[in-house]
């Protein structure tokens, strides 16, 4: 089993990791901080693809995060980068934000209403009944069907909102047929990751607090795994589960080294 002092690279959540309703968690700040001044490889992953890598390194600027928009992974540039793998310069048809269409366009896609390759969701808040009805459509004539997340619901200040599986479900209920998901829990996403930064499984960490995606996905993926507990997960979340992360912390701030950086002695 790898230890935490033979980690090299690290993966990590957003929301509930680093940051709770856009406030930054307690050693957050610290902790990128410190990767950043060690030259130490990170990526901070987000299933979220409403937002493109910039959008959400100003989020985070503004939450006081320092995250070059370089160090941001999103299910959306995961989807974009498995599709332009599997059919380099396909077409697709998008029920989406910028977040999704910019990382498809970027790999080289067409965007289209007429017999595309795929039919790809993911989030947005403006779900409209033509789209949904144009995909199904779309789906039965022989376009495949991608979605970059599972994620049923998502947060708001006001409650849970419809996500990307919710939808996907419905149009999965009118057609038959199954996306292919992307996203967190599929351990494509970290693979994926470990690539753009040169990173290997048996010397990298996911930080994440859900155990249903990123300590199953981490796992899957062959990371060291921590969960962190300022997010979804609480005890007696984790003795659902038959599987166990290789560690389990409070939050991100107990991964702030507290040794003074050495200097050579006079």
């Not at 957050?28 to 060690?38: K, M």
């Not at 992953?45 to 941001?72: C, K, Q, Y």
């Not at 996500?163 to 693979?191: C, S």
């Not at 062959?222 to 997010?231: F, P, R």
Request: hydrophobic share 40%.
């Amino acid at each position: 089993m790898t230890r935490r002092e033979d980690i090299e690279c690290w993966l990590t959540d957003m929301d509930g990791v680093l940051v709770d309703e856009n406030k930054p968690l307690p050693g957050a700040a610290a902790l990128l901080q410190q990767w950043s001044d060690a030259g130490t490889p990170f990526l901070v992953l987000t299933n979220n693809s409403i937002f493109t890598p910039r959008d959400l390194s100003a989020r985070l600027r503004a939450s006081g995060l320092n995250v070059p928009e370089d160090r941001i992974w999103t299910s959306a540039l995961a989807t974009a980068d498995f599709l332009r793998s599997q059919a380099p310069g396909g077409t697709a048809f998008v029920i989406g934000e910028v977040g999704l269409t910019t990382a498809l366009h970027e790999a080289g896609f067409i965007m289209t209403e007429t017999n595309p390759d795929y039919v790809v969701v993911g989030e947005t808040r403006n779900y409209s009944f033509e789209a949904i009805t144009k995909a199904i459509r779309l789906l039965l004539n022989g376009a495949r069907f991608i979605s970059t997340n599972p994620d049923a619901t998502g947060p708001s200040a006001d409650g849970p909102l419809p996500a990307t599986g919710a939808i996907a479900a419905l149009i999965t209920k009118a057609t038959g047929m199954e996306p292919y998901v992307v996203g967190k829990p599929n351990p494509m996403m970290f693979r994926s990751a470990m690539n753009k930064i040169g990173a290997h499984s048996e010397n990298t960490a996911m930080i994440g607090d859900r155990m249903d995606t990123d300590i199953i996905a981490g796992i899957e993926a062959g990371l060291h795994t921590i969960l962190v507990m300022t997010g979804i997960s609480d005890e007696a979340e984790v003795k659902r589960y038959p599987f166990r992360p290789d560690e389990i912390l409070s939050g991100v701030h107990e991964l702030v080294s507290l040794e003074p950086i050495e200097s050579d002695a006079i």
